[in-house]
């Protein structure tokens, strides 16, 4: 089976840089995913990870540590649209994703 | 235009009836896949299917049942709906294969159904 944790709510200030974390446990392991989630609306896809390191991709950047079974997600330069949910979600052998509860980030002024 | 559709966005029930919850796609994939939403609990699978012929369970099917009328369509039914299916219903889809993105899933904009 698979378990994956991560906070869930986060506060931040505009301008700033937040770290939200997660951790996974899992039978099998074929990459992770990060998504981005506006409340009532559809997730949509912010990176992928498979090998061990740091993605970046503008103000996101997504880093993986395999042998610690633990992915962060890095938002710089905080924008008030950045409010949102975020979720973690491990993709297994089977190619099928698990997703966390989510991390509700709530971006102040 | 929107790649995935779901129909209805918004659906009132009551415990017993039948509903059918319909997803489409244009983005020519082969997999489509229908999770539920619950606060604090995530996104679950309920059942997925790889291509037309192919349907499978996913975390929590029971109470629900799928139909793939083809690539493009994906429909959920809740045969005697109850008020614990009151959730977020997403439809979503991805290509198959490995690659640069993992097969990212693509996901419809919801159905929020309540049933009382």
């Known amino acids: 089976g698979q378990n994956i944790d991560q906070p869930t709510e986060m506060t931040a200030t505009e301008g700033a840089i937040v770290q939200i974390n997660c951790t996974y446990q899992t039978s099998g392991f074929n990459g992770l995913f990060w998504y981005q989630q506006h409340a009532g609306e559809a997730p949509t896809f912010l990176s992928y990870?498979?090998?061990?390191g740091l993605e970046e991709k503008g103000r996101f950047s997504s880093f993986l540590s395999r042998s610690k079974g633990y992915s962060y997600l890095l938002l710089k330069e905080l924008q008030m649209k950045d409010s949102a949910s975020y979720l973690c979600a491990v993709k297994n052998a089977g190619n099928m994703l698990t997703f966390g509860g989510g991390t509700r980030l709530m971006v102040k002024p | 235009d929107a790649d995935v559709t779901q129909t209805p966005r918004n659906r009132i029930t009551k415990t017993g009836k039948r509903i059918m919850l319909e997803c489409s796609q244009t983005?020519?994939?082969?997999?489509m896949y229908w999770y539920r939403q619950d606060p604090g609990l995530g996104l679950r699978l309920i059942y997925y299917s790889f291509d037309v012929k192919d349907i499978n369970k996913g975390e929590i099917s029971d109470g629900y049942s799928v139909s793939r009328q083809a690539q493009a369509k994906f429909s959920l039914s809740l045969e005697s709906a109850i008020p614990n299916q009151t959730a977020l219903y997403f439809c979503?889809?991805?290509?198959?294969?490995?690659?640069?993105?993992?097969?990212?899933?693509?996901f419809g904009p919801g159905t929020r159904l309540l049933v009382l």
């Open positions: 990870n498979v090998l061990d």
């Open positions: 979503a889809t991805s290509a198959a294969g490995l690659g640069q993105g993992g097969e990212t899933q693509y």
């Open positions: 983005k020519g994939h082969d997999r």
